[in-house]
């Protein structure tokens, strides 16, 4: 089992600044990819970045130029840096695991983008 810890979000102001971290209860060195969902109530998770074992990012349409992914395989972490936020970012952000052996999530961290 693995357990992911999000933290980092909140109430911001259009325009403004979030990093939202998810720390890993394993080591991420190896892992297949993390990722950044975000889902709206009664809606589909859609994915916002990935990172790779490799080091290689995607992003949704919607965020690139805005947000940035990355990890940091000593503290078994991953960020989401998110610059020049809109009121349409405003949803429940989960951090998403996929190791060789199972597919995990968190449990959630939610944004707010609004004046």
């Known amino acids: 089992q693995v357990q992911l810890v999000e933290s980092g979000g909140g109430l911001v102001q259009p325009g403004g600044s979030l990093r939202l971290s998810c720390a890993a209860s394993?080591?991420?060195?190896?892992?297949?990819?993390m990722a950044w969902y975000r889902q709206a109530s009664g809606k589909y998770r859609d994915l916002v970045a990935q990172?790779?074992?490799?080091?290689?990012?995607n992003y949704a349409d919607s965020v690139k130029g805005r947000f940035t992914i990355s990890r940091d395989n000593a503290k078994n972490t991953v960020y989401l840096q998110m610059n020049s936020l809109k009121p349409e970012d405003t949803d429940v952000y989960y951090c998403?695991?996929?190791?060789?052996?199972?597919?995990?999530w968190g449990q959630g961290t939610q944004v707010a983008v609004s004046s």
């Open positions: 394993r080591s991420i060195f190896s892992i297949d990819a």
């Open positions: 998403n695991a996929r190791y060789g052996f199972g597919d995990y």
């Open positions: 990172i790779t074992s490799g080091g290689s990012t």
